[in-house]
């Protein structure tokens, strides 16, 4: 009975705890996957890509360039850079992007040839990225980067190593589309949501971030942005209508709404108007006003209506009263498009050329400052994602036909009216040009009033012993004059 | 306690009394603590062999002389008592509890019992009627000061908060899995203290909120005693997730009543909770910037100096004399209330016994509209069906209604801190906080919200069931070897729900997070023993057992946001709805075995092994074997040198290895399915996407490791016990050192690899220390003085990182403040400092401007305390008793952000210097262009300019304080009725006290806040780092128990 009693008991807990060797084979996460479509890859990085874009850079560094009078946490208040915004964009470019984006291309890469087109997008965002990183911190790993098992520490690379590189990958990107077979191609159409699969515009953007990066080198290495340039401008694969334009698109739908948008509906109210949290600065509504641009009327509200558009006093922290100018709610919206390249900046960077005598560059500056104002004119006022206050054709030419030869600070301008929305160009806009001049805010303690760039991330110091030491956030970038 | 102190004595006491009786005196034993009657008390004629011991009634019966005599009435944990007899013939004894004296029996791994004198490693024990003299709603404080080796920290004021314990200092470099495991009657309990902030997000600075550690429902009237076992000896027989020690909680079993009766015990304490430190605070100058009013900013102290003038109010918009509002805090924190009332019924005979105890915990916290309500039901029932087999049946179960908790951190709209008391706001006039139509009015500024409304109209809530139960059945086929099967469940439904009212700034369309955690524990234990007396001087115990372990983690939480009707909190109501699961289930499964060898009963050698298989290593590579030895040597008895100055001493020395493994799914690659892609503030993206709807896979920032290995800890162990004047003095003195090395890291990578993280065994952590414990006792007739003084140090020195890395971020908060390890160096507070002249050590200004410039990140110290004391004190004289717990921390650093945005805002009295005018930081040096450092004479618009950049370019020297504090933690006043008076009564006792806890802080080095908070929690290692945590608070208050 005992012996019984002992083995009862013995099997009793046998039985409840199982077989030993399979009972343990349980450790594979079952909400996780172990690989991922390419399909599922490239909408997790744009939209990631994005929702740090417009959120983290875009509502709190406009006031860098000057778009907006005031930003929430800029990083000219305090007198730093803001841990939180700089480890957030470190982050999530280098990890959640970037990382991702080469998993992508390596495994695109090894499926041969009928993926070409996601080795392409693929290489083409990690060079927006890319450039985003060098714009904001300058130094930063890029030849190294993102091959942990070869490079456990990247090396920092200068910015006109960075560049270059850029410039080669885009390169290697745009033979890729020219390379993409007729049949079997891997269908992108959904999940690509910039242009739903059309390479051809891939390849446009590819060529226009190309530009833009060009006339960025060119202030230090003329030779090399003048070997290729011309031969950009003078193709046609660069982005050439508003059809053509390079956005994201947001939707009025909750939860994929734009972060300019959210901000006011979350923290003050209905609409920017009625709570006035984003307002101009002073330089844009100046340049505006002085050259009566009808794109005065479309981005911004003259809440006094006075048609004076009055600003607050320049400060920090200087946001508008119920009675001053706001950004209007036709931009502030929640379906308002990211812009991440249009046809306007094209023709400036090409009247700019033309004006510096850049060897090879066809056309004349006049005609291509005037189509670069015609189609920003267009673009806000007639062919941007859900336009709501609009141009007429006559409104545009009375003003295109107003304008006179272009000089090479009107070119500027109009390329800093260009960027309008867009946090890191309009920021770059500024440094490669030093031009506008910004006004200095009243007890900021950075030398000419604008930071030129990002201290790096906390966790990217303490893990990575190549990171170097911080430069004075007002130290100007390679790039710069 | 008592009853199983009796069945462990018992079984050991082989001495026999020689009767010659005269004539007979008989009486009754019984407990001062609660009346309860005390089987096995030896009572001995003193002088002579003569005696006997109280039956299982605590009836004694002893033949006398005739001219009577002392009789010495003694028990392990009880004090002893000598009595004359006189011409008594019944002589009813009442003892007392022997507070803090190591029990002679204690409770080991497994919930093995073993005497005190064999065992070769430390243990602390605190016994159950030590945790209810001033009663905590977190049985976790209620150790602080008791326990040597055992550094205890609570989170903040926050009601069913959390609270940190580290048994031995830092052992790994994982953060959280530094804390103890919890076993109670044998069975381990999670101790899991489970973040949820603000709709989802992972990091533990943004609005966290703290929902209390796993181990605070445990009720202490429960509890009859808690063993800490502290070193890889003591703990190796519970496997691997020991490594950071076991705290083993026995609960109470049901004793004999008097006459046969159960006894039914009432306990009921009332207590009143206040606000515990207050910042010094300023009120001469009002809200504004530059002496100037400004009702934005009405929240600062930078405005004009108070002297009547007419200004604009915040609030009600008129224009009213200023004025101040001094210590307005007062309006709006409230004194809180607690009420615990507690019932048991026990009983007890030969054949069996049971406890059912309910006990009922209403508290009310000093955050408006914050309430803990916990019912606890517990049952504990033995029954011995005969000889060959006995079984017990162990259960508590627990629910907890936690409403209110406040938010801590930053970036959440529903902290409340000190920044909202800004000198010249009248927060009276912040009520009410709504109109008819459920607006939000009478808020300070547009930008913020009134503190009441966020108080009473968003939500921060907890519900919890908790079920922890055991069977266990005891076979015992023959004297001497048994069979024990234990299958233990602990289970846990915990349901967090946060809510933001639609009209909430910040959050205007409303919100609301559903976070529902269930946790389920399964532990099995077979265990056969055997033991045996080889001859007449040496003992033989063995053992060998089988554990199964099984965890499983469900998470399934709803983020709403947009709400149509504000107070709907469906998801249907919501115009955004983002799921989110999350899952882990691991199995363990162990083989141990002991053989303890006793050699005179002076010299005891302890063998163990056991080897663990885990399912969360790789298949081929989840064994692994750890052994343990120690030695226990009564020295006192082997040379029988015992004599009235040493009574007694032995000598204990332990050497063991511990292997661990580590959380589940680290060994294969994975790409998430992701709902939301997260923005600033929250504002996020989600899944599906667009007009396509597209899905987004992401791959897991953590690079797996799928040739992970075991862990593995080694620990030495030395130490003695004293015992001086017949046990009057005690001392206990360890040394130990501990060795954690290959330990399995989330290692830190450069994030411009691609990823985050990667997996690897690395890194080592020393810990060295010592404890101490005397122990003195005094009685001199009614009069009893017990105190013993603890002192515990340990050196948790980082040896090793991984390559390529010389510093492991361990948490972080805003700022550059960052918690690191660095070898060579125990855990380290990192921040910008100021840059200062490498001679002088003064601070340089920028010649610009004339404030302080920013150094290079570094180390300002270890935020690890350099010892920590308790010193525990109970007198006594006849039914009046008085005991009170003082608390000292030595050293350690702590990050305080509370007194920096103090600080930043004006609102602290030593902003009020200079106020008025240009000022200059005169204990500066400034280098004027010519490389040359002199004296700065560079003027700051005013001194608002220079404390409010003390914290510019992420400088944070400023908040950086030496945490060290002496409390007055506990004192308990109590006065038992005499028998006299209560057998005029229905009762058997009545006793009643008066209790606080947290009554004074004696010293501190850190201002305006009380040094002794932590904004993590108890579930990350992030000690030395306070921002907006909610007061800590004082309590005092009331207590009655009756027993019938």
């Known amino acids: 009975m005992k012996k019984l009693g002992i ?123 890319f450039w985003d990183l060098t714009s904001i911190y300058e130094f930063i790993p890029y030849t190294e ?184 709610n036709s931009i502030i919206r929640s379906d308002y498009p990211s812009i991440w390249a249009l046809p306007a900046e094209v023709e400036f960077y090409r009247a700019e050329a033309i004006l510096k005598g850049i060897a090879g560059v066809n056309g004349d500056a006049a005609t291509a400052y005037e189509n670069g104002v015609q189609l920003a004119l267009e673009y806000w006022g007639q062919d941007i994602d859900g336009v709501q206050r609009t141009l007429t054709d006559a409104q545009i030419t009375a003003y295109v036909s107003s304008l006179g030869a272009p000089t090479l600070a009107d070119v500027y301008d109009q390329q800093y009216l260009e960027s309008f929305m867009r946090p890191i160009l309009s920021w770059n806009t500024v440094r490669r040009n030093n031009a506008p001049t910004l006004a200095v805010v009243p007890g900021s303690n950075i030398a000419g009033g604008i930071i030129k760039r990002f201290n790096y991330s906390n966790d990217e110091i303490s893990a990575n012993p190549n990171t170097p030491a911080n430069p004075p956030i007002d130290q100007n970038m390679w790039f710069e004059p | 306690m008592k009853r199983k102190l009796l069945l462990g004595f018992m079984a050991f006491v082989c001495a026999t009394f020689t009767v010659s009786a005269q004539r007979i005196v008989s009486g009754k034993v019984s407990s001062s603590d609660d009346g309860s009657t005390i089987p096995g008390v030896n009572v001995v004629l003193k002088g ?59 409770v080991t791994a497994l919930g093995i019992e073993r005497e005190s004198r064999d065992i070769g490693y430390a243990i602390s024990a605190v016994d159950g009627e030590e945790l209810v003299k001033s009663r905590e709603t977190n049985i976790v404080n209620s150790l602080q000061g008791k326990v040597t080796g055992v550094s205890i920290t609570q989170s903040s004021g926050n009601l069913g908060g959390s609270t940190k314990i580290l048994v031995r200092g830092v052992t790994s470099l994982t953060s959280g899995r530094n804390n103890p495991l919890w076993v109670v009657d044998g069975v381990p309990i999670y101790d ?147 009420f615990i009332n507690n019932v048991s019924v026990q009983d007890a005979s030969e054949r069996g016994d049971y406890r059912l105890s309910l006990t009922s915990l209403n508290q009310t916290g000093i955050l408006p509209n914050s309430e803990l ?141 559903i976070d529902n955690i269930q946790r389920r524990q399964i532990n099995v234990d077979v265990i056969a023993s055997y033991t045996t007396n080889i001859n007449q001087d040496i003992s033989l115990s063995v053992l060998g057992g089988y554990n199964y372990n099984s965890r499983v983690f469900t998470r399934e939480q709803l983020f709403s946001n947009q709400l149509v009707i504000p107070e709907l909190f469906a998801p249907g109501n919501a115009s955004v709805n983002t799921p989110n699961r999350d899952f882990n289930e691991r199995r363990l499964f162990g083989l141990y075995g002991q053989a303890n060898i006793s050699y005179k009963d002076y010299l ?85 996407y667009g007009n396509q709807g597209v899905l987004g896979f992401r791959a897991a920032p953590e690079i ?71 122990n003195f006792r005094l009685a001199n007739g009614p009069v009893k003085w017990n105190s013993t003084v603890n002192f515990s140090h340990v050196e948790s020195t980082v040896v090793s990182l991984f390559e390529g890395t010389d510093e492991l971020q361990i948490a972080s908060g805003f700022t550059s403040v960052a918690v690191k390890a660095v070898p060579g160096k125990e855990y380290q507070l990192f921040a910008i400092p100021v840059l ?95 490389g040359v450092l002199v004296q700065n004479d560079i003027p700051l618009r005013s001194s608002k300019d220079f404390w409010q950049s003390l914290d510019d370019n992420g400088i944070g020297e400023h908040s950086i304080f030496e945490a060290t504090f002496v409390k007055l933690r506990e004192v308990a006043i109590s006065y038992q009725l005499p028998k006299s008076i209560v057998d005029n009564t229905p009762f058997q006792a009545v006793q009643f006290g008066i209790e606080g806890r947290n009554l004074a802080l004696l010293y501190s080095k850190v201002p305006h806040i009380d040094p002794e908070v932590n904004l993590f929690g108890s579930g990350v290692d992030g000690f030395g780092i306070e921002q907006s945590n909610v007061p800590s608070t004082r309590s005092y208050g009331f207590n009655l128990k009756l027993t019938f």
């Open chain 2, 836 to 930: 200062r002249d490498t001679i002088t050590g003064r601070p340089i200004v920028q010649a610009s401007d004339g404030t302080r410039v920013a150094g290079e990140q570094k180390a300002f110290g270890t935020v690890l305390p350099d010892f920590t004391m308790g010193f525990v004190n109970n007198f006594s004289w006849k039914g009046l008793s008085l005991s009170f717990t003082i608390d000292w921390r030595q050293g350690g650093l702590i990050s305080a952000r509370t007194v920096e945005d103090l600080v930043n805002q004006g609102m602290t009295e030593e902003t009020l210097q200079n106020r008025e005018g240009t000022f200059i930081d005169r204990a500066a040096l400034v280098d004027k262009g010519d």
């Open chain 1, 145 to 328: 980067a993102l091959n942990g098992q070869e490079f456990p520490s990247p090396a920092f690379d200068d910015q006109e190593t960075v560049l270059k590189g850029i410039v080669d990958d885009l390169d290697e990107a745009i033979g890729l589309i020219g390379n993409i077979p007729s049949s079997g191609v891997f269908d992108i159409s959904q999940s690509d949501v910039i242009y739903q699969g059309n390479m051809g515009n891939w390849e446009k953007f590819a060529n226009t971030l190309k530009l833009r990066i060009l006339m960025m080198i060119r202030n230090k290495d003329a030779a090399y942005a003048d070997a290729r340039i011309p031969a950009l401008l003078n193709g046609d694969d660069l982005i050439e209508t508003n059809a053509e334009a390079a956005r994201f698109r947001y939707f009025t739908s909750p939860g994929n709404q734009n972060a300019f948008f959210t901000i006011v509906t979350a923290f003050f109210g209905p609409d920017n108007e009625s709570t006035q949290v984003h307002g101009p600065g002073p330089v844009l509504t100046q340049m505006l006003e002085d050259s009566g641009d009808p794109r005065l009327g479309l981005f911004f509200t003259d809440l006094s209506g006075t048609g004076t558009y009055p600003l607050p006093a320049a400060g920090i922290g200087g946001f508008p009263s119920a009675t001053e100018t706001v950004i209007a």
């Open chain 2, 48 to 106: 002579t062999t003569t005696g006997t011991t109280t039956d299982l009634d605590g009836n004694y019966r002893l033949s006398v002389p005739e001219e009577g005599g002392t009789l010495v009435f003694s028990f392990i944990g009880l004090v002893a008592q000598e009595i004359e007899i006189g011409s008594r013939s019944v002589l009813d004894v009442s003892m007392d509890s022997d507070v803090q004296q190591l029990s002679e029996v204690v």
């Open chain 2, 604 to 688: 005891t050698l302890t063998l163990s092994a056991r080897n663990d298989w885990s399912s969360t290593l790789p298949l081929d590579n989840n064994s692994y074997f750890y052994p343990a030895v120690s030695t226990a040597f009564v020295f006192t008895d082997a040379f029988n040198i015992s004599n009235n100055i040493l009574s007694y001493g032995k000598f204990r020395a332990s050497w063991a290895q511990v292997g661990n493994d580590t959380n589940p799914y680290q060994t294969l690659f994975s790409y998430d399915p992701l709902t939301i892609s997260q923005g600033q503030y929250s504002l996020n993206l989600t899944y599906p």
């Open chain 2, 704 to 774: 797996p490791n799928a040739e992970l290995r075991p862990e593995e800890q080694t620990s030495i162990e030395l130490g003695t016990e004293l015992s001086f004047f017949n046990g009057n003095i005690g001392v206990d003195v360890t040394y130990f050192k501990t060795n954690n090395k290959d330990q399995i890291l989330q290692a830190a990578i450069p994030e411009s690899t691609g990823f985050g993280f990667r997996f690897v065994n690395a890194g080592e952590i020393e810990n060295e220390g010592i404890e101490f414990a005397l």
């Open chain 2, 373 to 513: 309500n916990r019912i606890t039901a517990a049952f504990n029932a033995g029954f011995k069906h005969n000889d060959f087999i006995k079984s017990r049946f162990s259960v508590q179960y627990v629910n907890t209604d936690n409403t209110g908790v406040g938010a801590g951190g930053a970036n959440d709209q529903n902290i409340v801190n000190w920044l909202d008391f800004g000198p010249s706001l009248d927060v009276n006039a912040m009520k009410p906080w709504k109109d008819e139509s459920g607006n939000q009015i009478n808020n300070p500024d547009p930008l913020s919200n009134n503190i009441f409304w966020v108080r009473n109209e968003n939500a921060s809530d907890r519900k919890d069931d908790r079920f922890i139960g055991s069977y266990q059945v005891d076979l015992t086929p023959f004297q001497g070897f048994t069979v024990s099967g234990r299958v233990g469940l602990d289970w846990n439904y915990d349901r967090r729900f946060l809510e933001n009212s639609v009209g909430t700034i910040t959050r205007l369309q409303g919100n609301f997070d």
């Open chain 2, 192 to 338: 899991s203290n489970t973040n949820t902030s603000r709709e989802g997000q992972e990091t533990r600075i943004t609005g966290q909120r703290d929902f209390g550690n796993g181990a605070a429902a445990l009720n202490p009237d429960d509890i009859e005693s808690i063993n800490v076992l502290k070193g890889a000896a003591a703990t190796s027989l519970y496997g691997s997730r020991a490594a950071a020690g076991v705290i083993v909680v026995t609960t109470k079993r049901g004793k004999a009543g008097a006459g046969g009766k159960p006894t039914i015990t009432v306990n009921s304490s009332v207590r009143f909770d206040q606000v515990f430190k207050a910042p010094d605070l300023q009120y001469k100058y009002g809200g504004g910037d530059f002496y100037r009013p400004d009702s934005s900013l009405w929240g600062t102290g930078w405005g004009p100096r108070i002297v009547g003038q007419t200004v604009t109010d915040p609030i009600s918009k008129e224009r009213v004399p200023l004025r101040a509002y001094e210590d307005n805090w007062k309006d709006f924190y409230e004194t809180g209330k607690t």
């Open chain 1, 7 to 129: 083995l009862a008991l013995i099997l009793s807990f046998a039985v409840i705890t199982q077989r030993c060797d399979s009972a343990l084979d349980i450790n594979t996460d079952p909400l996780v996957a172990t690989s991922a479509d390419p399909n599922t890859v490239l909408p997790a990085v744009t939209v990631t890509y994005e929702a740090r874009r417009t959120s983290e850079l875009g509502t709190r560094i406009m006031d860098v360039s000057q778009h907006f009078g005031a930003c929430f946490n800029s990083p000219k208040t305090g007198g730093g850079t803001s841990q939180t915004l700089t480890g957030n964009t470190w982050d999530v470019f280098y990890t959640d992007c970037l990382g991702n984006l080469s998993l992508l291309e390596t495994d695109s890469r090894a499926a041969g040839d009928v993926r070409n087109n996601v080795t392409a997008v693929a290489l083409i965002m990690k060079s927006l990225i």
